[in-house]
């Protein structure tokens, strides 16, 4: 597994991203994408089963009558990132799943290695409809956030 060189930013500044809420209809209720394996191996399939069901959009809110969508949700930042070295474009990323996160903290964070900013990062793992899992880089834990956090940042990975 490679992780990207760094966050996706956007705007210049914005490191942090929403996971996204997905529902089938407007108005509906807050549904599991699918994107429920924590394994090694799990976060390409995560992020294509959360990328495929909500689209080009997600839910910004847990409130089923807030329609507010966002195109800037963490899987398809993952998703759709692209990095072009040597003139070869690697177009092939994803959000990692909750054990390959650990892998990145243990095997780049806590060498030092990475770029890596002591901060939240998202996995491609759901805990449920409301939350997903992330890992603080400050300290190695584990946890569940709401899908809605904005402060949580997102580092595409690649199997090769």
Known sequence: MEAA?????LDGSDYGHIFGYYRTTSGGDNLIAGAVGTAIGAGKSNTISLVERMGSTAYATSSSTDTTTTADYAAKL????????????Y??????????????????????LGNLSPSEYWSSSEGDASV??????????????????????VRPVRAF
Request: proline share 3%; charged share 20%.
């Open 132 to 153: 997903s899992w992330y890992q603080w880089f400050g300290g190695g834990n584990q946890s569940y956030g709401y899908r809605s956090n904005t402060y949580i940042r």
């Open 91 to 112: 177009d092939d990323w994803f959000l990692p799943s909750k054990d390959e996160l650990n892998q990145i903290y243990l095997n780049l964070k806590v060498k030092n």
């Open 78 to 89: 993952a998703y759709d990132y692209s990095l072009t070295v040597g003139g070869v474009i």
């Open 5 to 9: 060189p760094s966050d996706i930013v």
